[in-house]
């Protein structure tokens, strides 16, 4: 009896779905805008945090 290695495009050696041109591409674009998203939250939160840090500053130096 011989098993059946591939099932809706799954490949049991490769583990993955077979390569696509449109796929890659949208994952690669998926991959990209996820990794700006995440750099803009980082540097939103950096600028939060030295504004609240120049204000605390700005409050100890005028006491």
Not at 6 to 27: A, C, E, Q
Not at 30 to 48: I, M, N, P, S, T
Request: hydrophobic share 45%.
């Amino acid at each position: 009896m011989q098993q059946e290695t591939t099932w809706h495009r799954w490949d049991i050696k490769k583990g993955d779905y077979s390569r696509d041109v449109d796929y890659d591409r949208l994952y690669f674009r998926g991959k990209k805008r996820e990794k700006v998203f995440r750099a803009a939250v980082w540097l939103g939160a950096a600028v939060v945090v030295s504004q609240v840090f120049l204000k605390v500053l700005a409050y100890i130096s005028s006491m």
